[in-house]
C-alpha cells in the first residue's frame, strides 16, 4: 500500500495530467501542491512512485506519466465523485424522456458523446438498433492528432457494435466495467480506457453503453454519467 503522501502525489500527477496530457514535472508539482515539501522530497516519491510501476517518466528529462496501474489506483481509491451539472442532468433528462426506441438511442448517444467529451457507442437489446457518436471529440484529443491514430480509432470504432455485445451478455443489470489500457480484453483497445455499462430505459427496454476516451479519460465526469443514467 502506497503512504498518504505518495497517494497525494499520485492524485496531483495523474490529475494534471488529465487536465494538461504534458509530462508533469517535479518543480511544477512543487508550485501546484503546496504542501512545504521541497523539490527533493518530492523527486524522491516520484521515483518510489516509478520503481512501484505507478508512473513512468517517457525520456530521461521529462516529468512523469501514469502507468495503468497508476490509473487503476487512481480510478479504484482516490477518484472524488462528482454530479453532473444542472444543464448536463438536462440533457440527460430529455433523452430518457423520449419513449421511442430508435430516436432515444440516438440522442442518448449524442448527449452523453457530448457530456463525457469522448467517443459514445449505445445499441438496444435484442433490437437491430446501434448508435455511434463523438468522433469529433476524441479526435480533438492530443493522443489522436496524428493521422494513423485517427484510423486506427476508426478501425476500432467499425468493430465495436459486435464486441460490445459480446461483453454485454455477461453484464448485469445496472452494471458497469472500466478497463484501462492492457487491461482491455480487446486487444486493439488496449491504447484506451474504455466504460461499459447497462442501462435500461423506464418504458423497458434496455441496452449497453460504451464510452471510449484516452487513457488519461475524465474519469470522474464518465462515472457520474453512469450514475445519474442508472437512476431513471
Given at each position: 500500500?502506497?503512504r498518504?503522501?505518495?497517494?497525494?502525489?499520485?492524485?496531483?500527477?495523474i490529475?494534471?495530467?488529465?487536465?494538461t496530457?504534458?509530462?508533469?514535472?517535479?518543480?511544477e508539482?512543487?508550485?501546484?501542491?503546496g504542501?512545504?515539501?521541497?523539490?527533493?522530497?518530492?523527486?524522491?516519491?516520484?521515483?518510489?512512485?516509478?520503481?512501484?510501476?505507478?508512473?513512468?517518466q517517457?525520456?530521461?528529462?521529462?516529468?512523469?506519466?501514469?502507468?495503468d496501474?497508476?490509473?487503476?489506483?487512481?480510478?479504484?481509491h482516490?477518484?472524488?465523485?462528482?454530479?453532473?451539472?444542472?444543464?448536463?442532468?438536462?440533457m440527460?433528462?430529455?433523452?430518457f424522456?423520449?419513449?421511442?426506441?430508435e430516436e432515444?438511442?440516438?440522442?442518448f448517444?449524442?448527449?452523453?458523446?457530448?457530456?463525457?467529451g469522448?467517443?459514445?457507442?449505445?445499441?438496444?437489446?435484442?433490437?437491430e438498433?446501434?448508435?455511434?457518436?463523438?468522433f469529433?471529440?476524441?479526435?480533438?484529443?492530443?493522443?489522436?492528432s496524428?493521422p494513423?491514430?485517427?484510423?486506427?480509432?476508426?478501425r476500432?470504432?467499425?468493430l465495436?457494435?459486435?464486441?460490445?455485445?459480446?461483453?454485454?451478455?455477461?453484464?448485469?443489470?445496472?452494471?458497469?466495467?472500466?478497463?484501462?489500457?492492457a487491461?482491455?480484453?480487446?486487444k486493439e483497445?488496449?491504447?484506451?480506457?474504455?466504460?461499459?455499462?447497462?442501462?435500461t430505459?423506464?418504458?423497458?427496454?434496455s441496452?449497453?453503453l460504451?464510452?471510449?476516451?484516452?487513457?488519461?479519460?475524465?474519469?470522474?465526469?464518465?462515472k457520474?454519467?453512469?450514475?445519474?443514467?442508472?437512476?431513471?
Amino acid at each position: 500500500m502506497l503512504r498518504e503522501r505518495q497517494k497525494s502525489i499520485l492524485d496531483a500527477v495523474i490529475q494534471d495530467y488529465i487536465r494538461t496530457a504534458r509530462p508533469v514535472a517535479s518543480q511544477e508539482l512543487a508550485r501546484e501542491i503546496g504542501w512545504g515539501l521541497s523539490p527533493a522530497t518530492i523527486r524522491s516519491e516520484l521515483l518510489r512512485l516509478d520503481e512501484l510501476g505507478y508512473l513512468e517518466q517517457p525520456h530521461t528529462s521529462a516529468g512523469r506519466t501514469p502507468t495503468d496501474k497508476g490509473y487503476r489506483f487512481f480510478v479504484d481509491h482516490l477518484l472524488t465523485d462528482i454530479l453532473l451539472d444542472s444543464e448536463e442532468d438536462a440533457m440527460l433528462g430529455r433523452a430518457f424522456a423520449i419513449r421511442e426506441a430508435e430516436e432515444f438511442i440516438r440522442e442518448f448517444t449524442k448527449t452523453i458523446a457530448r457530456i463525457a467529451g469522448a467517443f459514445a457507442a449505445a445499441g438496444v437489446e435484442d433490437e437491430e438498433l446501434f448508435y455511434e457518436s463523438g468522433f469529433s471529440e476524441i479526435l480533438g484529443e492530443p493522443e489522436f492528432s496524428e493521422p494513423e491514430s485517427a484510423r486506427r480509432f476508426g478501425r476500432i470504432a467499425d468493430l465495436l457494435d459486435e464486441r460490445m455485445q459480446r461483453v454485454a451478455a455477461d453484464l448485469d443489470q445496472d452494471a458497469e466495467r472500466i478497463w484501462i489500457g492492457a487491461e482491455n480484453p480487446w486487444k486493439e483497445a488496449r491504447q484506451y480506457a474504455m466504460i461499459l455499462s447497462s442501462w435500461t430505459h423506464p418504458v423497458g427496454f434496455s441496452g449497453t453503453l460504451a464510452i471510449i476516451g484516452p487513457r488519461r479519460t475524465n474519469y470522474s465526469k464518465h462515472k457520474a454519467i453512469i450514475r445519474r443514467m442508472h437512476k431513471f
